[in-house]
């Protein structure tokens, strides 16, 4: 059975540590089973990313179907699995060892129903979508096949019955304070990076933040200090804003660097370094891909949700390019150790990517 062959794969990936920039034994290990269905062109490219072509009938445009490799969670994470009849726990099941197995699972399928597609799929195992992966991974699989497929497909584990066609726009800044320092009682009076990086926290969470379009600034970090009984001569934070709207975001990353720029003074020196930033586009709702995948969802008796999220179709979103994330079943605890899978939807959520898949090439005469 097809979906207990993509369970079980998805449990052998779950267990291979890939934090985001160390993802290599996973690709290598994703990079290894293309070869051994016997895809085409299975490697790894200059970022990372593992490959691999399933041939087609025709000359018609590819279309591309990835899942990422990487995970939020350290190497030394205790990665212990639980599987029960209806759901399987573990941290990174489904963000996204799920995704990575349905890759497969496609291929299964298709073989099985004998069915040879009008054109190439290229099946993509990215790097660095969590974190600080900046989607480089994408952005080289974007690089590389441009405007000529058909679409983009991107996969997760979790969330079935959601279509984002919408890419939610993320800035991302390590905000880093510098002062003299000193001992906590013969140089009192000194400037302290701590405090004065806690004062930015202040101003930063008072900024007015719409709720029409969403939009969010969260702290994630905060590093710095030497000991109990010393002025912090070093201290930064790692801070990440989003909005539904690029001008929104645009105007809130101004007043960010506004406020960075004026808690400059004597003793003290801030300093804004961009590490992150997610482009936001979006295909509107009645673009043909996008019905596609609603009717979809609705021939299988699920209902739809489109919308919008953070995630690798960002980047062919970004560039007009027709995009939709899709997920496989459904789940919780996401980028928790308690994370868990329903087996259950699964067989659904194949069908949905089989069912995509296969009529896909109908949406450039839609």
């Given at each position: 059975?097809?979906?207990?062959?993509?369970?079980d794969?998805a449990?052998?990936?779950q267990?291979?540590a890939?934090?985001t920039?160390?993802e290599?034994r996973?690709a290598?290990?994703?990079?290894?089973?293309f070869?051994?269905?016997g895809?085409a062109?299975?490697?790894?490219?200059a970022a990372?990313?593992?490959?691999?072509?399933?041939p087609?009938?025709?000359?018609a445009?590819?279309?591309?179907?990835s899942?990422?490799?990487?995970?939020v969670f350290?190497?030394e994470t205790?990665?212990?699995l639980?599987?029960?009849e209806?759901h399987?726990y573990?941290p990174?099941?489904?963000?996204n060892?799920?995704?990575?197995a349905?890759?497969?699972?496609?291929?299964?399928m298709?073989?099985?129903a004998?069915?040879v597609l009008p054109a190439?799929?290229?099946?993509?195992?990215?790097?660095?979508?969590?974190?600080?992966?900046n989607?480089?991974?994408?952005r080289?699989?974007?690089?590389?096949?441009?405007?000529?497929?058909?679409?983009y497909?991107?996969?997760e584990g979790?969330?079935?019955?959601?279509v984002?066609?919408r890419?939610?726009?993320?800035?991302?800044?390590?905000?880093?304070?510098?002062t003299?320092g000193?001992?906590?009682?013969?140089?009192?009076g000194?400037?302290?990076?701590?405090?004065e990086?806690a004062?930015?926290?202040t101003?930063?969470i008072t900024?007015?933040?719409?709720h029409?379009p969403r939009?969010s600034?969260?702290?994630?970090?905060?590093t710095?200090?030497?000991?109990?009984?010393?002025?912090?001569?070093?201290?930064?934070l790692?801070l990440d804003?989003?909005?539904?709207?690029h001008?929104t975001l645009s105007g809130?990353t101004?007043?960010v660097?506004t406020?960075?720029?004026?808690?400059?003074?004597?003793?003290?020196?801030?300093v804004?370094?961009?590490?992150?930033?997610r482009p936001s586009g979006e295909?509107p709702?009645d673009?043909p891909?996008?019905k596609?995948?609603m009717q979809?969802?609705?021939g299988?008796?699920?209902?739809?949700t489109?919308g919008i999220?953070?995630t690798?179709?960002?980047?062919?979103?970004s560039l007009?390019?027709?995009a939709?994330?899709?997920a496989?079943t459904t789940?919780?605890?996401?980028?928790?150790p308690?994370e868990?899978?329903r087996?259950?939807?699964?067989?659904k959520?194949?069908?949905?990517?089989?069912l995509?898949?296969?009529k896909v090439?109908?949406?450039e005469?839609?």
């Amino acid at each position: 059975m097809i979906t207990q062959r993509v369970l079980d794969l998805a449990c052998s990936i779950q267990q291979i540590a890939s934090p985001t920039l160390f993802e290599s034994r996973r690709a290598e290990f994703i990079r290894d089973q293309f070869a051994k269905e016997g895809l085409a062109d299975a490697s790894l490219d200059a970022a990372g990313n593992a490959l691999a072509r399933l041939p087609g009938a025709g000359n018609a445009p590819p279309l591309v179907v990835s899942a990422h490799l990487d995970t939020v969670f350290p190497q030394e994470t205790n990665l212990h699995l639980r599987r029960q009849e209806d759901h399987i726990y573990g941290p990174g099941i489904g963000d996204n060892s799920l995704g990575l197995a349905s890759l497969f699972g496609l291929v299964w399928m298709l073989r099985d129903a004998h069915i040879v597609l009008p054109a190439d799929v290229w099946l993509a195992a990215d790097v660095g979508e969590e974190g600080l992966g900046n989607l480089r991974g994408m952005r080289a699989v974007v690089d590389r096949f441009g405007n000529t497929p058909v679409a983009y497909v991107i996969l997760e584990g979790m969330g079935l019955g959601e279509v984002f066609h919408r890419g939610l726009g993320v800035q991302r800044y390590r905000i880093s304070v510098q002062t003299e320092g000193g001992h906590s009682w013969n140089d009192y009076g000194r400037p302290s990076a701590i405090h004065e990086l806690a004062c930015l926290v202040t101003q930063l969470i008072t900024l007015p933040i719409p709720h029409d379009p969403r939009t969010s600034i969260n702290v994630g970090v905060i590093t710095g200090g030497t000991s109990v009984n010393t002025i912090a001569a070093k201290a930064s934070l790692d801070l990440d804003l989003r909005s539904e709207s690029h001008s929104t975001l645009s105007g809130l990353t101004l007043q960010v660097e506004t406020l960075v720029r004026n808690a400059n003074r004597p003793g003290v020196r801030t300093v804004c370094e961009n590490i992150g930033r997610r482009p936001s586009g979006e295909i509107p709702i009645d673009h043909p891909l996008v019905k596609l995948a609603m009717q979809t969802l609705r021939g299988l008796k699920i209902t739809p949700t489109p919308g919008i999220g953070s995630t690798d179709a960002n980047v062919p979103l970004s560039l007009g390019f027709p995009a939709i994330c899709i997920a496989m079943t459904t789940g919780s605890g996401s980028h928790t150790p308690a994370e868990f899978i329903r087996t259950g939807p699964l067989a659904k959520g194949l069908e949905q990517l089989f069912l995509i898949a296969t009529k896909v090439w109908q949406i450039e005469s839609a």
